[in-house]
């Protein structure tokens, strides 16, 4: 007696704990089917845009109307809008129920442009190749100078020669610097020419010496502090040293 009693129970367990798996494989299924009936994309909004249009990120994306909401691919599509438009480097994807996609971009800063073998590449100040002009259409775009890109292409990150991993770094840091302190715009040019010393040519009539591998945030700030002073007139012209450990700065007029 007691033995049947143990395996009715047995069943009895065993039979509410695969009617419990039934009942949330039920409720799954089910709220499945509500996401893939109900949230459909009707609506896309598009912000941020200054380069490239709606129309044109909208169609990068490859979103249509009927998507599903929450079925779809947010990096395929980022993917697609990057591979399609360099310009643009974020992008922020997000949903608005019940029916809205919400689609943010951020376009990269002003970029500068290496010109070699009669094409000028523009590269933005994180290292991408965002387009391939003729060397008078970039006349206007600050100038990279003194080293050659490996193999460019408009949408990879900026490459040079192995030899030249340490004048990479620098040059790509450098750039992130400006970027962020809001100094790209006055800046006419880097050059990468000297293995000694990276230089950059500022406001049309300073040139800026510095070390590879230097804190840049820190140089350009105390750049921007010294030609704000009462010592730096605004008819003056020459180089900036900054290459002295103890952190001076050296304003040489005489050389250019």
Known sequence: MARRRKSNRRRRGSFGFLYKLLSILVICGAVVAAVTLFFRVNNV??????????EE??????????????????????GGIRAALPYIEQIRINRRLPDTLVIEVKECGTPFALVQEGSAWLV??????????????????????????????????????????????SLLALMKALEELGMLADTDGIRLDDLSAIRMDYLGRFTVKMPYGADYILKLKMLRQAIESDKVQDNMTGTFDMMRENGRIYLDQSTR
């Not at 909004?45 to 709606?54: D, F, N, P, V």
């Not at 490859?62 to 990096?75: C, F, Q, S």
């Not at 933005?124 to 002009?133: A, F, Y």
């Open 45 to 54: 909004e598009i912000l941020g845009e200054e380069r490239y249009t709606e």
């Open 57 to 78: 990120i909208l169609e990068a994306s490859a979103i249509e109307t009927g998507d599903n909401l929450y079925l779809l691919n947010k990096n395929a599509v980022a």
């Open 124 to 169: 933005s100040p994180k290292g991408m190749i965002v387009d391939q002009l003729t060397p008078e259409a970039a006349a206007d775009y600050g100038t990279i100078t003194g080293c050659q890109l490996l193999a460019p292409t408009v949408g990879t990150h900026l490459a040079l020669a192995t030899e030249y991993a340490q004048q990479q770094e």
